[in-house]
């Protein structure tokens, strides 16, 4: 069984992600695959050189994130670009991680941890879909905390995603992150306890 889980930036993903992990979920990393496929002299690394170019680069060659990031959020256009490039490796590896797993585990839950799971139309890639969302004054806050982003770089990120408030409507399951830890670990269990009940949860 595939799950997809999504939010915005900083809603709380990985942290519902590890507390999945904690119960015997298996996670794919959209955000660490995707920095897989852009790896030195990789197919993504050379797509990237060809249409971004040198600057996006560091002198040893590894993909200068940062500039890479600064270009792409704040210009769409440049980001569709970059999404048009790399999606479908990205894809490519999550489907063929899954594989894998599912040959040494044929009935575990494979995560799909995946900030644009609804941009990128992969709903139709899983059978359930979990949203994890915050207000955004609170999303806003915690990006600038963790990332140590001003405001300004934080609202850009924000707004280069669909509105949280949209993603939700896509949710078979919601997780609110803006109580404690403890109260989104009791939101887990519920959720975790449905995907494993044979009555509650219809495998198809
Ligand atoms: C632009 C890049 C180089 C910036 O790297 P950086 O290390 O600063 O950020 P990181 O990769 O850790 O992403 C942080 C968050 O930004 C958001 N984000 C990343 N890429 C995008 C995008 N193309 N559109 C909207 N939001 C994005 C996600 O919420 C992600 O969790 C990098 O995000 C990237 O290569 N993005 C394109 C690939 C992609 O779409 N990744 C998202 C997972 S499919
Ligand atoms: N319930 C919570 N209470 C307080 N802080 C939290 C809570 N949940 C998450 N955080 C903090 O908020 C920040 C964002 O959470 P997290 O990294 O899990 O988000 P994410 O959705 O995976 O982000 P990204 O889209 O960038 O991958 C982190 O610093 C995390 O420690």
Known sequence: MIIGLTGGIATGKSTVSRMLAERGAHIIDADKVA???VEPHTEGWHRIRVRFGEEVFHPD???DRQALGARVFRNAEARETLNRLLHPLIVERMQKLTEQRRKCDPDGIVIWDTPLLIEGNLTKSVEKVIV?????SLQLQRLMARDGLSEE???RRVASQLPIEVKKRF???LIDNSGS???TERQVDQIWKLLNSKNGYDRR
């Open 171 to 173: 949710a078979d399951f």
């Open 132 to 136: 994890v969302y915050v207000p955004e």
């Open 35 to 37: 920095r897989e496929v």
């Open 181 to 183: 830890l403890a109260e």
């Open 153 to 155: 770089e934080a609202r």
């Open 61 to 63: 060659g590894t993909l």
